[in-house]
Nanobody
Framework: QMQLVESGGGLVQAGGSLRLSCAAS????????MGWYRQPPGMSAREMVA????????DYGDSVAGRFTISRDDAKNTVDLQMNSLKPEDTAVYYC?????????????WGQGTQVTVSS
């Protein structure tokens, strides 16, 4: 089992910055692929924002590449998302996700989400 708790959301003006943080419980964090996803208002699906593997390899959604940076600290069991040059279309609930192989089964864990609102 892994529990994820996000923090750092809020209201910011366009062009501003926010830093989200996700704290994970458990001893398997370093093995997990960690990611940030978001669900814009009125949308039913969550889109990938950024992911980072246990080895530190990263991937970003097209709409955030060059503006957002994901990082992890395996000693603290945290994964952060630095968001710069924010746009109104970045408004969404942001979720932390852990993807972990346990006993041969790939399991996904999600946090409860944190609201990010970007005003124009």
């Amino acid at each position: 089992q892994m529990q994820l708790v996000e923090s750092g959301g809020g209201l910011v003006q366009a062009g501003g910055s926010l830093r989200l943080s996700c704290a994970a419980s458990g001893s398997m964090f370093s093995r997990a692929v960690m990611g940030w996803y978001r669900q814009p208002p009125g949308m039913s699906a969550r889109e990938m924002v950024a992911i980072i593997t246990g080895g530190g390899n990263t991937d970003y959604g097209d709409s955030v590449a060059g503006r957002f940076t994901i990082s992890r600290d395996d000693a603290k069991n945290t994964v952060d998302l630095q968001m710069n040059s924010l746009k109104p279309e970045d408004t969404a609930v942001y979720y932390c996700k852990a993807n972990l192989l346990q006993g041969g089964v790939m399991t996904n864990y999600w946090g409860q989400g944190t609201q990010v609102t970007v005003s124009s």
